[in-house]
C-alpha cells in the first residue's frame, strides 16, 4: 500500500501548467468565433488543472466556462459555474 501511495505522489500530471495556461487563451481567443469548440477546449483545461490541484487555475477556468455556457444560453450550468 505504502509503495503504491509513494509512487503516486511520485507522478508528474500530465499537463503542465503553462499547457494549461495556454489551453485556456486558446478557449479565450475561440470564444466569438466558436464558443462550443472553447468549451471543450476549457473543460480540458479545468480537468488538468484540478489533476494538478492547482486552485488558481481552476478558478479561472471555471469562470470561463460559466460564460462560455451563457454565450451558449445554458444559463443553468453557467450559475452553476459560476457559483
Known amino acids: 500500500m505504502r509503495r503504491m501511495v509513494r509512487a503516486a505522489q511520485r507522478q508528474k500530471p500530465v499537463v503542465t501548467g503553462p ?3 495556454a489551453q485556456i487563451e486558446c478557449a479565450r481567443g475561440q ?3 466558436n464558443p462550443s469548440a472553447a468549451l ?3 473543460l480540458l483545461a479545468l480537468g488538468a ?3 494538478m490541484q492547482d486552485a488558481r487555475r481552476s478558478a479561472v477556468c471555471h469562470l470561463l466556462c460559466a460564460e462560455l455556457r451563457f454565450d451558449l ?3 443553468q450550468r453557467s450559475c452553476a459555474d459560476g457559483a
Open 73 to 75: 444560453s445554458d444559463f
Open 19 to 21: 499547457e494549461v495556461d
Open 31 to 33: 470564444r466569438r468565433s
Open 49 to 51: 488543472s484540478q489533476a
Open 40 to 42: 471543450e477546449q476549457a
